[in-house]
């Protein structure tokens, strides 16, 4: 996390960092900063918290120059506070930007300080800063001293770092977080992604790991670390949307949850072949090759591989693995029987489930990269991309992009199973035909936030609250208990209805809430047998169900209805009312709903 940015060019550059800072903002908010260098000197302005109190800093005291990089902070190493905001400056010569971790800053730090270097910050990411001092006092040009300092550093790292004695140029390197290099008329910048440089330039190239660059006002050298020359391709990226707004919403994430018909229409249309039927976008053989799938992502990501396991296991009889992207490589994992991998990435940046999908291709795997934000790492380094069409998410709770994933999964588990042999091609465009009516019964739950108000209103007050669910809505209840633990800060864990009875039913007490999802299908028996144990025991029980599923409940609770829906897409559909029900609940409780405390949008550390 943390996005950094950078300007050298013809015009002055504060106000460009600044709307580029915007654009990244969803990669960390405990502060930001910007630095130029005017003439020979740094100017350097920072603030603590949002972006908005940087800005009305910049207003008060407005910073010069036509070379600069700027940050967005994440805190890692080191509390929230203006003296561990980016960028750090040392010894007034040289000022770094860092996305990432320097895993072994504590012996280059101490060995500095025994040098005579003076700290200003707790950061990991100042050695950078003091690093390139050292390189320069010995006498060593840009190139040379980028070679030394990259030589010294381990960790995940994206930085660009000025320096008074060389101001034409701004020194870039990269290793697993993501930095894009942007070629503009005007001048050469240098963000995170590429859409933070939008404003700039559509003229864009992209760092390999452990290349390093020197971006100059009229172009840029590439070089890998030992100094040889490298060429990278540039590539022109889509026209950017523009700086998005919340079209009359009062949060992102209540635009996006509105906008989730259209995420799912979107995604089915990318998952449609030109003859109308549901595609993977591969060949029969390449669908009969897969034998075994290795699902790997985190977060929201995770609990949609969750769900995608029970549809890929019962429609295409295939074996699904699903891994926390963060846990998979380090366990050294048996792939032996497993043909494919796929990484679900909102923002196909998390650095743990590119890792995982690196790992799982130098395992042998072939990857698939399911990511929402094209050009992204991991659509870049995966064999093959699965794209979900959900639009740019902008809350850092992720919802449309939830949907749109399980959207494009339950496509592939068609494609899959049919290429298989174990659904015919009128089972399939029985399914297909189901998928296309989602985008209509997602709208029409859509209604339900009046219904839904009064029932957060008293949830807000909960200190704790159990999700259930069975069968494929088990992955949906861990998703909305992670949905309202991340947004209202109240205890939330999922469970599987059916394991209650082996120990989590003791936390039941007097009022706890529990969140129920059932839907109409073979375990609504025993879910609902499930429900009544917790409702005997004092539970208060608000029950998200299809309609179908409400007519013989026989214990109190509110309930809120959904359309009826086949069971197979029952998850895709109860998700809304989850997803309604933690907005609602954090608008009652005043948190910051679009950018919840302690997080980020894309997690690029380990
Ligand atoms: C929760 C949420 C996170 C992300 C997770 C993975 O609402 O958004 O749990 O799902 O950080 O992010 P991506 O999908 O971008 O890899």
Same mark, same amino acid.
């Given at each position: 996390?943390?996005?950094?940015?950078?300007?050298?060019?013809?015009?002055?550059?504060?106000?460009?960092?600044?709307?580029?800072?915007?654009?990244?903002?969803?990669?960390?908010?405990?502060?930001?900063?910007?630095?130029?260098?005017?003439?020979?000197?740094?100017?350097?302005?920072?603030?603590?918290?949002?972006?908005?109190?940087?800005?009305?800093?910049?207003?008060?005291?407005?910073?010069?120059?036509?070379?600069?990089?700027?940050?967005?902070?994440?805190?890692?190493?080191?509390?929230?506070?203006?003296?561990?905001?980016?960028?750090?400056?040392?010894?007034?010569?040289?000022?770094?930007?860092?996305?990432?971790?320097?895993?072994?800053?504590?012996?280059? $730090?101490?060995?500095?300080?025994?040098?005579?270097?003076?700290?200003?910050? &707790?950061?990991?990411?100042?050695?950078?800063?003091?690093?390139?001092?050292?390189?320069?006092?010995?006498?060593?040009?840009?190139?040379?001293?980028?070679?030394?300092?990259?030589?010294?550093?381990?960790?995940?790292?994206?930085?660009?770092?000025?320096?008074?004695?060389?101001?034409?140029?701004?020194?870039?390197?990269?290793?697993?977080?993501?930095?894009?290099?942007?070629?503009?008329?005007?001048?050469?910048?240098?963000?995170?992604?590429?859409?933070?440089?939008?404003?700039?330039?559509?003229?864009?190239?992209?760092?390999?790991?452990?290349?390093?660059?020197?971006? $100059?006002?009229?172009?840029?050298?590439?070089?890998?670390?030992?100094?040889?020359?490298?060429?990278?391709?540039?590539?022109?990226?889509?026209?950017?949307?523009?700086?998005? &707004?919340?079209?009359?919403?009062?949060?992102?994430?209540?635009?996006?949850?509105?906008?989730?018909?259209?995420?799912?229409?979107?995604?089915?249309?990318?998952?449609?072949?030109?003859?109308?039927?549901?595609?993977?976008?591969?060949?029969?053989?390449?669908?009969?090759?897969?034998?075994?799938?290795?699902?790997?992502?985190?977060?929201?990501?995770?609990?949609?591989?969750?769900?995608?396991?029970?549809?890929?296991?019962?429609?295409?009889?295939?074996?699904?693995?699903?891994?926390?992207?963060?846990?998979?490589?380090?366990?050294?994992?048996?792939?032996?029987?497993?043909?494919?991998?796929?990484?679900?990435?909102?923002?196909?940046?998390?650095?743990?489930?590119?890792?995982?999908?690196?790992?799982?291709?130098?395992?042998?795997?072939?990857?698939?990269?399911?990511?929402?934000?094209?050009?992204?790492?991991?659509?870049?380094?995966?064999?093959?991309?699965?794209?979900?069409?959900?639009?740019?998410?902008?809350?850092?709770?992720?919802?449309?992009?939830?949907?749109?994933?399980?959207?494009?999964?339950?496509?592939?588990?068609?494609?899959?199973?049919?290429?298989?042999?174990?659904?015919?091609?009128?089972?399939?465009?029985?399914?297909? &035909?189901?998928?296309?009516?989602?985008?209509?019964?997602?709208?029409?739950?859509?209604?339900?936030?009046?219904?839904?108000? !009064?029932?957060?209103?008293?949830?807000?007050?909960?200190?704790?609250?159990?999700?259930?669910?069975?069968?494929?809505?088990?992955?949906?209840?861990?998703?909305?208990?992670?949905?309202?633990?991340?947004?209202?800060?109240?205890?939330?864990?999922?469970?599987?209805?059916?394991?209650?009875?082996?120990?989590?039913?003791?936390?039941?007490?007097?009022?706890?809430?529990?969140?129920?999802?059932?839907?109409?299908?073979?375990?609504?028996?025993?879910?609902?047998?499930?429900?009544?144990?917790?409702?005997?025991?004092?539970?208060?029980?608000?029950?998200?169900?299809?309609?179908?599923?409400?007519?013989?409940? &026989?214990?109190?609770?509110?309930?809120?209805?959904?359309?009826?829906?086949? !069971?197979?897409?029952?998850?895709?559909?109860?998700?809304?009312?989850?997803?309604?029900?933690?907005?609602?609940?954090?608008?009652?409780?005043?948190?910051?709903?679009?950018?919840?405390?302690?997080?980020?949008?894309?997690?690029?550390?380990?």
């Amino acid at each position: 996390m943390c996005g950094i940015v950078g300007a050298i060019g013809n015009q002055a550059c504060s106000p460009l960092l600044l709307d580029a800072l915007k654009r990244l903002e969803y990669r960390g908010y405990d502060s930001s900063g910007i630095v130029t260098l005017d003439g020979a000197t740094f100017d350097l302005r920072r603030a603590v918290g949002k972006l908005v109190n940087l800005d009305a800093v910049l207003t008060q005291n407005p910073l010069s120059g036509t070379v600069g990089i700027g940050h967005t902070r994440w805190a890692t190493h080191g509390g929230v506070s203006e003296m561990n905001a980016h960028p750090h400056v040392a010894s007034d010569r040289v000022a770094i930007v860092h996305n990432g971790i320097i895993e072994n800053y504590r012996p280059i $730090r101490a060995r500095l300080i025994e040098q005579g270097h003076t700290f200003a910050s &707790d950061t990991d990411s100042e050695v950078l800063a003091h690093l390139f001092v050292e390189a320069f006092d010995a006498g060593l040009d840009p190139s040379q001293a980028m070679q030394k300092v990259l030589a010294e550093i381990r960790g995940a790292y994206a930085f660009a770092a000025i320096a008074q004695d060389f101001p034409d140029v701004i020194m870039v390197a990269r290793n697993a977080s993501p930095l894009a290099i942007g070629l503009g008329d005007d001048g050469s910048y240098i963000g995170s992604d590429a859409t933070a440089l939008a404003h700039l330039t559509r003229k864009v190239l992209y760092l390999k790991d452990h290349d390093y660059a020197l971006v $100059r006002a009229d172009g840029v050298d590439i070089f890998l670390s030992d100094g040889t020359p490298a060429n990278r391709e540039t590539v022109i990226v889509a026209a950017s949307p523009g700086m998005i &707004d919340k079209g009359g919403y009062r949060h992102f994430m209540e635009k996006e949850i509105h906008e989730q018909p259209d995420a799912i229409l979107n995604s089915l249309a990318g998952m449609t072949g030109d003859d109308g039927r549901i595609s993977a976008k591969m060949s029969r053989e390449q669908l009969q090759a897969i034998d075994g799938i290795v699902m790997l992502a985190a977060g929201t990501s995770h609990y949609a591989s969750q769900v995608a396991r029970y549809w890929i296991e019962g429609l295409a009889k295939t074996p699904v693995s699903c891994e926390i992207a963060s846990e998979y490589h380090y366990r050294n994992p048996v792939t032996t029987g497993f043909t494919t991998a796929i990484a679900i990435s909102q923002s196909g940046e998390s650095l743990d489930t590119l890792k995982a999908m690196r790992h799982a291709g130098l395992c042998g795997l072939s990857t698939i990269g399911l990511v929402n934000v094209e050009g992204s790492t991991i659509a870049r380094e995966a064999d093959a991309v699965l794209p979900t069409h959900a639009g740019p998410e902008i809350g850092v709770a992720s919802t449309k992009a939830f949907t749109a994933q399980l959207t494009v999964l339950i496509s592939f588990a068609v494609a899959l199973a049919e290429a298989k042999g174990h659904i015919d091609a009128a089972r399939a465009d029985t399914i297909h &035909d189901q998928l296309q009516a989602l985008p209509g019964l997602v709208g029409k739950t859509l209604n339900l936030f009046d219904h839904i108000r !009064p029932i957060a209103h008293q949830l807000k007050n909960a200190r704790s609250t159990i999700y259930l669910g069975r069968g494929h809505l088990f992955p949906v209840a861990m998703e909305g208990a992670l949905k309202l633990k991340e947004l209202s800060y109240i205890h939330a864990e999922g469970f599987a209805s059916g394991e209650m009875k082996h120990g989590p039913i003791a936390l039941i007490e007097d009022d706890l809430p529990v969140v129920a999802l059932l839907a109409a299908d073979e375990l609504m028996e025993k879910a609902a047998s499930n429900l009544k144990e917790a409702s005997a025991r004092g539970g208060r029980i608000i029950l998200i169900a299809d309609e179908r599923a409400v007519r013989d409940i &026989d214990f109190e609770a509110d309930i809120i209805t959904v359309p009826a829906v086949d !069971p197979l897409l029952a998850p895709i559909v109860l998700t809304i009312p989850v997803q309604i029900l933690a907005y609602l609940t954090a608008l009652d409780k005043g948190t910051d709903v679009d950018q919840p405390r302690n997080l980020a949008k894309s997690v690029t550390v380990e």
